[in-house]
């Protein structure tokens, strides 16, 4: 055993890697084996490998570096993943509650310190601070079980938020107590500071993210570009005195709607984080902990017992009075006081701000004994927050699916089953992109991606350069976890091919590139795609994009008269309002009133976040002045008609021409909807042609007619 000894605690750089890994890897297997939150056993293990432990490991600067990032991190993540739509709607709410969580806790343990303990008014306010404060440790737990958007989730992200600032608001004002230099000017200095941080990161980053995410789309580099914004966002942060945290937290929101929640960037974000940098964090937290303070005396195990019992009682009130207030249910404010009630890194750089203040020569504010409090109250809170946490998560989880069994029949008769149609290597990933957007993650299937090549004497080049753009393809949806089923098809004649396909796959809809071309006929739409939407009744989507889709800042969406009356009316719009939905961007239906009415009372019931708008357009003739609306970032959207069916119209005849001459360079979309019945092409009577030609003699000779009238 003394041999054994010699040889901690470990230094080397390698062998601290590797026990941190060890603890990351086993750490949720153990937990997991007693039905704890894995969150617990990294805080755990870092007790244990510590000084204040088996000395194992020190503490050393890789620790600050990763523990820094990883409450970066949580914070950044946790203003990713709001629901901004859902902040603006219940922003009084957020305030309430901010003030709530931050003010009784401050004001419990203040008379607590003062009354029963006998500390002083000042340490007594600076222990006020630290529980007003907290961390959200137990964010982790949120992210596994998908409630990130969940309204008491988003109201205690908010709240903390808001009290941090308070209560660093409130540290400085300490500070400065102690400081003959500051005054009235100091807090006019600091508020002027604080107004230009904002405006600087509100005016830079949406330009910078725009800027950056249109013209690279290298994995590696967009990851990267994101981690400067955060990083860059704290120290700016710190640079005029609050802690980096909120920077992190505000670069979060502002990002927010250029990262959608099921893109491929945000599943690196959040695989980074969750596999290296929070548990980085947790750990260190844990060797901070000294257990052993406890066994000082009954005076240390009273004070850390007043700390921790009074500070997340004031939580507690804070987060079920609120929910009464907001009348949401017991889960809610489970929730909300499991979220709020942890402290970790903001309680230990107050108490070191503490450390550093002198109330006399030679007199520091903050003892040993305050310290050791705090660092007990730390561990305490931690595991009250996850276990509370927890189980909040799994009520709210069961609660939601109790009060969905309707939708819940309703998604199992969907039949979803997206197929994309790849030939071009340059659109193939934005195709990939759309479709993620546009899929229902709660049904939880996969894609299909079909390429298919002329079998003709090139036909193996052409196979194998299929291969290889579907192999691409499918390590992009793996990035997304989304299953991709893929396919290179022989065929004389591409549409048949496609077609075949479909059924093969049970395929419910086709998204495909549209063509490009540079003079305006009957075949616009491509060689074979008017075949395709002619033989198959099910949606067919064309798209073209001048710029990533998460860079877009409204779409636009063309309706014709009649459009509800269609059967794939639904189909097309359930699509739409995902797509505006993931993308957080704004959509603006222009239409005849009867088919908005009913586009608003779908989009209200089922999509009550999306930004909708919706504009009377009397006349399909007025397509030609909305092209002035339309601007780079924006997605311009036609729902078309196949002929014969209740919504097509003569005007739709002139769709090519417009489109070409007035929304060229343009962010496209055209979808042709579902319709009854199932075309028959392989069948070929007397009494039904096996095609027919979009444009007919009639058509020409109508076409002859009105050239020489003009000639």
């Not at 400085?172 to 003959?180: G, I, Q």
């Not at 009235?184 to 980053?205: D, P, R």
């Amino acid at each position: 055993m003394l041999i054994l000894t010699s040889y901690f605690p470990i230094t080397s750089p390698t062998l601290i890697f590797f026990v941190v890994l060890l603890i990351i890897l086993f750490a949720p297997i153990i937990m997991g084996k007693l039905r704890i939150p894995h969150i617990i056993g990294m805080v755990l293990a870092g007790m244990v490998i510590g000084e204040h432990g088996l000395d194992i490991l020190v503490r050393d600067s890789s620790f600050e570096l990763f523990g820094k990032v990883g409450l970066l991190y949580i914070m950044f993540l946790a203003g990713l993943e709001m629901d901004l739509e859902s902040v603006k709607k219940n922003s009084r709410n957020f305030l309430i509650f901010g003030l709530f969580t931050c003010l009784i806790p401050f004001l419990l343990t203040y008379l607590m310190s003062r009354l029963m303990i006998g500390y002083g008014h000042t340490a007594s306010f600076l222990l006020g601070c630290i529980m007003a404060s907290n961390t959200l440790i137990a964010y982790p737990i949120i992210s596994r079980y998908g409630l990130q958007r969940d309204s008491s989730v988003m109201l205690s992200v908010g709240s903390s938020m808001l009290s941090l600032f308070l209560a660093l608001l409130m540290l400085a004002a300490l500070s400065a107590a102690y400081d003959e230099d500051t005054g009235i000017l100091f807090w006019l200095l600091f508020l002027l500071k604080f107004a230009a941080f904002l405006a600087l990161l509100v005016w830079s980053i949406p330009r910078v993210a725009r800027y950056f995410l249109r013209r690279y789309s290298d994995a590696v580099m967009q990851y990267i570009f994101v981690l400067s914004v955060m990083f860059l966002s704290a120290a700016l942060s710190e640079a005029i005195g609050v802690e980096g945290i909120v920077g992190a937290f505000l670069s979060g929101l502002i990002l927010n709607r250029y990262i959608p929640h099921v893109s491929s960037l945000m599943n690196r974000i959040e695989f980074i984080g969750n596999a290296l940098f929070i548990p980085y964090f947790l750990i260190g937290v844990g060797m901070l902990i000294n257990v052993r303070s406890l066994f000082d005396g009954w005076h240390m195990l009273w004070i850390v017992t007043l700390i921790a019992i009074f500070g997340t009682f004031g939580k507690a009130v804070a987060a079920y009075l609120s929910s009464l207030l907001f009348h949401l249910p017991k889960r809610a404010g489970n929730m909300m006081f499991g979220l709020t009630c942890a402290h970790a890194a903001g309680a230990i750089a107050m108490v070191m701000v503490g450390m550093h203040l002198q109330v006399s020569p030679g007199v520091y504010l903050v003892n040993d004994e305050i310290l050791n409090g705090v660092v007990i109250m730390i561990l305490i809170t931690c595991i009250i927050s996850t276990l509370v946490t927890q189980h909040a998560s799994e009520q709210i989880i069961l609660a939601n699916r109790e009060h969905s069994v309707d939708s819940f029949h309703l998604s199992a008769a969907d039949d979803e089953k997206i197929m994309l149609c790849v030939k071009y290597p340059e659109i193939a990933p934005q195709l990939l992109e759309l479709a993620i957007m546009v899929r229902n993650e709660k049904l939880n299937r996969g894609l299909v991606a079909l390429n298919v090549v002329y079998d003709d004497h090139q036909e193996a080049t052409h196979r194998e350069q299929g291969l290889q753009l579907l192999e691409r393809l499918a390590q992009r949806a793996v990035a997304n976890d989304i299953r991709l089923e893929t396919q290179v098809r022989l065929a004389t004649n591409i549409a048949n091919g496609i077609k075949h396909a479909f059924r093969e796959f049970g395929a419910s809809e086709i998204i495909m590139g549209m063509h490009v071309h540079t003079d305006v006929n009957a075949k616009f739409w491509g060689e074979f795609i008017q075949s395709l939407y002619n033989g198959l009744n099910r949606q067919i989507v064309l798209t073209r994009f001048v710029q990533p889709l998460n860079t877009l800042r409204r779409i636009q969406v063309v309706v014709p008269s009649r459009a509800e009356y269609e059967p794939g009316f639904h189909r097309w719009l359930e699509r739409l309002s995902r797509m505006a939905s993931n993308l957080d961007c704004r959509i603006q239906f222009h239409g005849r009133n009867e088919s908005l009415a009913l586009i608003r009372q779908y989009v209200n019931n089922h999509h009550s976040s999306v930004r909708a708008e919706y504009t009377y357009m009397a006349h399909w003739n007025e397509l030609p002045k909305l092209a002035a609306t339309i601007q780079d970032d924006h997605m311009f959207v036609v729902i078309n008609a196949r002929k014969g069916t209740i919504s097509y119209k003569s005007a739709l005849e002139r769709l090519p021409n417009e489109l070409q001459q007035h929304f060229s360079g343009k962010n496209l979309m055209i979808i042709f909807p579902d319709q009854y019945g199932e075309a028959k092409e392989e069948s070929m009577t007397f009494t039904a042609a096996q095609h027919q030609e979009e444009s007919s003699v009639y058509d020409a000779i109508a076409g002859w007619i009105n050239r020489k009238r003009k000639s």
